[in-house]
């Protein structure tokens, strides 16, 4: 019996702040991790999770892996360090057009986001690959402008992204043209 596990969070806090209802402790994270190496899985990438979901039936693999949505800075922050401890794959999907920015015009409590040096950071490690990530910002967007935002995004993309990395972008960008 196969199984396959994916464990999705958004925002990791260090563990002395109060207020934590969107978000987990870095204590928890580490903890769940602990828990699915204990428990005999192991960390995949989440392309090849994808890529080998279907193509594992009969296995007795038993894999994980982890996704962050949003792309924050306390992903870089709090978490890397506990993902390079354990050599644990991840995915961050990250809203491209917040990438770097610490406030947001109308939004309360805005969590900062990690810039693209924090992004190569990662990339660099082996251990994450990085998404773009379409987000509710974009819903009252008309559809040029949103593929004007695409074709800005890849742009500086280009140079700080490898090239295996651009794929997703590039396809994306290719069918909304």
């Known amino acids: 019996m196969i199984e396959q596990v994916i464990l999705q969070y958004t925002s990791i806090v260090s563990n002395q702040q109060n207020n934590v209802k969107y978000a987990t402790t870095s204590s928890k994270f580490e903890f769940d991790i602990k828990n699915m190496l204990n428990a005999g899985y192991k960390s995949v990438s989440f392309a090849d999770f994808c890529k080998n979901r279907n193509t594992l ?3 007795t693999d038993r894999i994980f892996s982890i996704v962050f949505i949003g792309g924050y800075l306390d992903n870089y922050n709090n978490a890397f360090e506990i993902i390079k401890q354990y050599n644990i794959n991840v995915a961050i999907f990250v809203a ?4 770097g920015l610490n406030s947001y015009p109308g939004i309360e409590n805005f969590i900062p986001h990690f810039g693209w040096e924090e992004a190569q950071i990662m990339i660099d490690s082996g251990l994450i690959n990085i ?3 379409w987000h509710n910002f974009d819903i009252n ?3 040029k402008y949103v593929i ?3 074709q800005f995004t890849i742009s500086p993309l280009v140079s700080v992204l490898p090239p295996r990395r651009l794929l997703l972008l590039q396809e994306l960008y290719h069918l909304c043209q």
């Open 141 to 143: 967007k008309n559809f």
């Open 148 to 150: 004007l935002q695409l």
């Open 96 to 99: 491209t057009d917040l990438v």
């Open 131 to 133: 998404y773009p990530l």
């Open 57 to 59: 039936n009969g296995s």
